[in-house]
């Protein structure tokens, strides 16, 4: 249930950057219903999303950690910009998915307002203890 979880704040989150910002664009999975097309196109690029920061982010996160402590963690922005883009790339191969047109501003404000979503939204539910 906690994948589950996080695969619907993944997507929420990406549905409010792509709202906010001009250059992220989910592009919707090809059915007969416009409606459910959307929403499996937001939950599995979600998915994506969520592998990546899963499986890759770590890596990045370990080999970047000078120059994060050398900016003071404000790399870590440009890391999440990076696995934004990295989804967005993989997204190519598919009918369906992320595009996201310039790294530097907008992948850079998608990821603030990504993590923004996922904070917020990870502070309304309750915690398990």
């Not at 890759?56 to 790399?75: A, D, E, K, M, N």
């Not at 934004?84 to 998915?97: N, Q, V």
Request: net charge positive; charged share 10%; glycine share 8%.
């Amino acid at each position: 249930i906690a994948i589950i979880l996080r695969v619907v704040i993944n997507a929420l989150g990406l549905a409010v950057a792509a709202w906010i910002v001009p250059g992220v664009e989910v592009t919707p999975a090809p059915t007969h219903d416009k409606t459910l097309g959307i929403v499996v196109g937001y939950l599995t690029v979600g998915l994506i999303f969520g592998l990546v920061n899963a499986l890759v982010r770590p890596i990045v996160q370990v080999l970047s950690l000078p120059i994060t402590c050398l900016t003071l963690g404000l790399f870590a922005i440009v890391i999440n910009a990076g696995m934004l883009m990295l989804t967005s790339w993989i997204t190519t191969y598919m009918p369906f998915g992320l595009h996201v047109d310039k790294f530097f501003w907008d992948a850079i404000i998608a990821s603030l307002i990504i993590s923004l979503v996922s904070a917020l939204i990870g502070w309304l539910t309750p915690s398990r203890k």
